[in-house]
């Protein structure tokens, strides 16, 4: 199937994504919020991993389908974990700004990724919870030099308001297409890359 003047595609591009950090950090608040436009103060911990999905309309010109699995915090989980990141395109790397400790962590959460996820599995981190910055214990500075280090996107949210969700997602999401563009990703590959209603063998392009 040809793909349309303008070089926009009908059929959504689906990106696999994964939401990784500690227990409480507000992972799955962060996906409530991206996937249903709403926000819940208190939702079960996650045991194992739960999945959501949102279809964006326009990613660089393109419809997009995120494909997001909510991995758990605990650290009884971590091992466990580490099989719904294969595959992922995209990580969101989630820590409290109110809890230090989540922070601290935010090393091990990484390793683990490279470990198993893709190579040039592009990251966000994000330091949620910046609507209650008057009990802040981890300074923006320190969160954007951690990312600047390791390579990372990084921007500080908030579930409740919906501060900077959906942008954590979408700036992913063009990361990935700029990849495929520049030949750094193959969209024939298994990077959780899935194009819907065409053959990628053939060379198809993701984005305008």
């Known amino acids: ?16 994504c994964i939401t990784i950090g500690d227990a409480g950090v507000g992972k799955s608040c962060l996906l409530l919020q991206f996937t249903d436009q709403r926000f819940r103060s208190e939702l079960d911990p996650t045991i194992g991993c739960d999945f959501s999905s949102r279809i964006v309309d326009d990613i660089d010109g393109n419809p997009t389908k995120f494909h997001v699995w909510d991995t758990a915090g605990l650290e009884l989980c971590r091992s466990f974990n580490k099989s719904y990141y294969r595959g992922a395109a995209i990580a969101i790397l989630v820590y409290d700004i109110t809890r230090r400790e989540t922070f601290d962590h935010v090393a091990m959460w ?17 330091g949620n919870k910046c ?32 501060h900077n969700v959906e942008e954590a ?8 297409c700029r990849k495929i563009e520049d030949g750094v990703l193959d969209p024939s590959a298994k990077f959780g890359l899935k194009f819907v209603g065409r053959d990628v063998s053939r060379g198809g392009r993701c984005c305008s």
């Not at 990484?110 to 981190?125: F, G, I, Q, R």
């Not at 997602?169 to 990935?176: G, L, Q, S, T």
């Open 110 to 126: 990484l390793e683990d990724a490279v470990d198993a996820a893709p190579e040039n599995l592009t990251t966000v981190l994000v």
């Open 169 to 176: 997602f979408v700036v992913a999401a063009r990361a990935v």
């Open 131 to 162: 609507d209650l910055s008057d009990r802040r214990a981890v300074s923006y500075e320190e969160g954007e030099r951690f990312a600047k280090k390791h390579g990372l996107f990084f921007m500080e949210a908030s579930a409740k308001t919906a």
């Open 1 to 16: 199937m040809a793909t349309p003047p303008g070089g926009k595609v009908p059929w959504p591009q689906v990106f696999k």
